[in-house]
């Protein structure tokens, strides 16, 4: 099992373009969710999924929009990236929320200009 | 709001010291609590998981306890190596926003073992 995989691991963008973070999983996890990490701050939960085709928001949503046609992916749309979506992105994983531990990605570092 | 706090922010010891991470929670309500360990621009390596109805997890040298009633939970290192050297994060599943177990972080303490 690759586990949890992360695409890409470095990105720039510039204020205002778009983009789209890729996470996938290969443990047949029902839960998904996408968290950014920032100094000072921790892991703050953006969104996740209970499994395909059902998602929600978690504590700083705005900004971010995610889909979950697959149990495998749950990628993290940015539609106009701003200097403060600069952060760390992490994806994890879990058969579900409550009783099991999450596994996380690599993470993707992101810097918006 | 649901909070977790670590304290102390950052812990420097001599290798081989015993030491232990402390971790509060405002949810007696909690589901779980895990504690991860991140090295320098890594991922989340999880260490331990402790459901709310156990009291504690071993893992090696690795010992977490959870107290729902006081909302705290330790993470205790035996004979500590400069390995053990990271970042060490513990988060609780807990309600919030209408959802059920979703993790909420601490900052998270630095841990710095001297050779």
């Known amino acids: 099992n690759a586990g949890v995989t992360q695409t890409p691991k470095f990105q720039v963008l510039k204020t205002g373009q778009s983009m789209t973070l890729q996470c996938a999983q290969d443990?047949?996890?029902?839960?998904m969710s996408w968290y950014r990490q920032d100094p000072g701050m921790g892991l703050r939960l953006i969104h996740y999924?209970?499994?395909?085709?059902?998602?929600d928001q978690g504590e700083v949503p705005n900004g971010y929009n995610v889909s979950r046609s697959t149990t495998e992916d749950f990628p993290l749309r940015l539609l106009s990236a701003a200097p403060s979506q600069t952060s760390v992105y992490f994806c994890?994983?879990?058969?579900?929320?409550?009783?099991?531990?999450?596994?996380f990605g690599p993470g993707t570092r992101l810097t918006v200009t | 709001k649901q909070e977790v706090t670590q304290i102390p922010a950052a812990l420097s010891v001599p290798e081989g010291e015993n030491l232990v991470l402390n971790c509060s929670f405002t949810?007696?309500?909690?589901?779980?609590l895990q504690w991860f360990r991140q090295d320098p621009g890594k991922g989340l390596t999880s260490l331990l998981l402790?459901?709310?109805?156990?009291r504690e997890q071993t893992s090696g040298r690795l010992n977490a306890s959870l107290d729902k009633s006081s909302g705290r939970s330790t993470l205790y290192i035996a004979a500590s190596q400069p390995g053990d050297s990271a970042t060490y994060l513990c988060?609780?599943?807990?309600?919030?926003?209408?959802?059920?177990?979703?993790?909420?972080f601490g900052k998270g303490t630095k841990l710095s073992v001297k050779p």
């Open positions: 443990m047949n996890h029902e839960y």
């Open positions: 949810d007696s309500a909690i589901y779980n």
């Open positions: 988060a609780g599943g807990m309600n919030y926003g209408g959802s059920q177990g979703n993790l909420i």
């Open positions: 402790i459901q709310s109805s156990q």
């Open positions: 999924s209970v499994g395909a085709g059902i998602t």
């Open positions: 994890a994983s879990s058969p579900d929320r409550s009783n099991y531990e999450q596994y």
